[in-house]
């Protein structure tokens, strides 16, 4: 089976966002960058299935030359090759747009993402792929096992789960705790190095969103300090001045 | 302007914060049609009106009582086309977002997801939408004529504005081809209040010490009317199910008001709570980096505190 990783390149959890050039432009000084963390969950159960079914594994991300030590993170951990689809990663339906095109291209029959990015966090790539390609798509995806041409998913739902079932081709988008994340070993980091990249230009994308700048939200005033032998005070506060009760 | 609203439900009940998407429609101007899918109760297509919605369809096909995302994107598109819908209105949710990328591809329609207000439609269409996990906000213009919108809790105020709206059944013509993704069984916790939805939710961390120690948070949780959620930790620990796990990987909560008992609140706890309107942090450690963020602190341990607050709620009440 071939499959094809999307994974994003996004600043790390515990980034403080900034914006610059008159809030039009996320600020990257001092932010290290990573594998969106639910990508990394969809890559490191990839890797699991490469090493049960014999599989293929490509991961491919859509961005400039600065991402590629990701993707060389993500052949370090295990896939077998990359594809970095040279363009700034606009919007969702731009990216969709290069993902399905690389994705027909190839031939892949499983593509798995992460359910949402952690910059963006629109949670849409993996259903507009699915509907340029008129194939399944399924997110978010907690357990995915493949029985043959079946895949057989459990997708998270408010509340509970949903035991889901499709056919390859299909498109997933996931979540914890669908596998564990893989740290790369040295042999690892060492082959990375050598692995294929290759890196493809972009098809022309009309997108419908254009970005008009960026807030962040109004600084938060400092706590109220209660003691914890005077508890109905902090009720009285949420009735009469937060007017939450 | 024509808008349609996809009135999700879950066991015959239409979703909180559908009703809030008919709202956020009724808001907007304009005609405001619903539509709910599969098995849904009567009352529950009927009080769509009193919420802002002038017509109803119902698609009662019975294989849509579980959310095959493939065949409600057919739904939902035929009907924008029935109807010359502008623009489609949902709740951001584990249906309702997915649904919403595979219309807005399939129409031809711009889309933006995690919504928080209302649009700006003083020069062209802007939408304000919750960013790296509502760490910040991006106004983006919806430059095609046709939208797809999918808001997030609170983006508009569900209330009863008393009308009334005939409900009309709805031919959705679904083929095999849509059912081609099979749901073999379904895991609900019922009768809980569900955390994505509730008003206020009651949170523990590792603070709370096992999974036996649970009790208290719900007693209090019951007696507020609220939803339990835990850290990332706890979840991870088996102490609760994932489902109840609250941050960046987890669940967003936006209620009016989040108490976290013996939680530290790192960032990627906070980040799945930055958005609730009041913030509670009761933590023996005085030095928790969540009294940051908090509005109100108790500095305690967690089990003097919480029969002592569930007792005083009671007696507020």
């Not at chain 1, 996931?174 to 098809?203: D, F, H, Y």
């Not at chain 1, 419908?208 to 300090?225: D, N, R, Y």
């Not at chain 2, 949780?221 to 939803?227: F, S």
Request: one cysteine or more.
């Amino acid at each position: 089976m071939k499959i094809l990783v999307c994974i994003t390149h996004v600043p790390d959890t515990t980034s403080k966002i900034n914006f610059i050039d008159n809030n039009t432009k996320f600020d990257t000084n001092g932010v290290q960058f990573i594998i969106g963390p639910y990508d990394d969950y969809a890559l490191a159960r990839a890797i699991e299935l490469k090493e049960s079914t014999g599989s293929t594994v490509t991961v491919l991300n859509v961005g400039t030359a600065e991402t590629e030590p990701t993707l060389r993170k993500a052949l370090a951990i295990g896939a077998d090759d990359a594809i970095r689809v040279n363009a700034e990663p606009a919007d969702s339906f731009f990216v969709a747009s290069q993902i399905a095109e690389q994705a027909k291209a190839g031939g892949y029959e499983l593509i798995l993402m992460g359910r949402e990015s952690i910059d963006y966090n629109s949670g849409v790539v993996h259903g507009i792929v699915g509907e340029m390609l008129g194939i399944p798509s399924i997110s978010p995806v907690m357990k995915l096992d493949i029985d043959g041409t079946k895949v057989k998913m459990a997708r998270e739902i408010e509340g509970g789960k949903e035991y889901v079932e499709a056919s390859l081709p299909l498109v997933a988008g996931c979540q914890e705790p669908i596998a564990e994340w893989k740290i790369p070993n040295m042999r690892g980091i060492m082959s990375a190095k050598t692995k294929p990249l290759k890196v493809v230009e972009p098809k022309s994308v009309d997108s419908g969103v254009k970005l008009q700048k960026f807030e962040l939200p109004p600084p938060k005033g400092s706590v109220k300090m209660i003691s914890a032998d005077n508890v109905s005070e902090l009720v009285t506060l949420l009735k009469n001045e937060a007017k939450v009760l | 302007m024509n808008i349609l609203v996809f009135a999700e439900s879950a066991e015959g009940k239409i979703r909180k914060t559908s009703l809030e998407a008919v709202a956020y429609g009724k808001a907007m101007g304009g005609q405001v049609t619903a539509i709910a899918l599969g098995a849904v109760d009567k009352a529950e297509l009927e009080s769509l009106g009193k919420y802002g919605a002038q017509k109803v369809l119902h698609a009662k096909d019975d294989r849509l009582s579980h959310g095959v995302i493939q065949a409600f994107t057919t739904v939902l598109t035929k009907v924008m086309e029935d109807e010359k819908s502008d623009v489609l209105v949902l709740a951001n949710s584990s249906l309702g977002t997915p649904v919403a990328a595979r219309v807005a591809a399939k129409t031809g329609a711009s889309l933006a997801t995690n919504v928080v207000e209302l649009p700006n439609t003083s020069s062209g269409f802007t939408v304000k939408k919750s960013i790296y996990t509502g760490k910040a906000f991006a106004q983006v213009e919806l430059k095609n004529p046709k939208k797809v919108i999918a808001i997030r809790k609170n983006a508009a105020e569900a209330k009863e504005v008393g009308g009334n709206a005939p409900v009309t059944e709805y031919n959705a013509s679904l083929t095999d081809a849509d059912f081609a993704t099979k749901i073999t069984s379904t895991e609900k916790a019922t009768g809980e209040i569900l955390l994505p939805e509730a008003n206020i939710v009651v949170s523990g961390g590792r603070g709370m010490k096992g999974p036996e120690h649970w009790g208290a948070l719900e007693t209090l949780a019951k007696t507020l009317g609220a939803a339990t959620g835990c850290s990332k930790p706890v979840s991870d620990m088996g102490w609760r199910p994932h489902h109840e796990h609250v941050g960046q990987t987890g669940v967003k909560v936006s209620p009016q008001l989040y108490i976290a008992i013996g939680i530290s609140g790192a960032i990627q706890h906070l980040a799945g709570v930055n958005s609730s309107k009041c913030i509670v942090v009761i933590n023996k450690d005085a030095d928790a980096p969540f009294f940051k963020a908090a509005d109100y602190g108790i500095v305690g341990d967690a089990f003097d505190v919480l029969p002592k607050l569930n007792e005083a709620i009671k007696a507020a009440k």
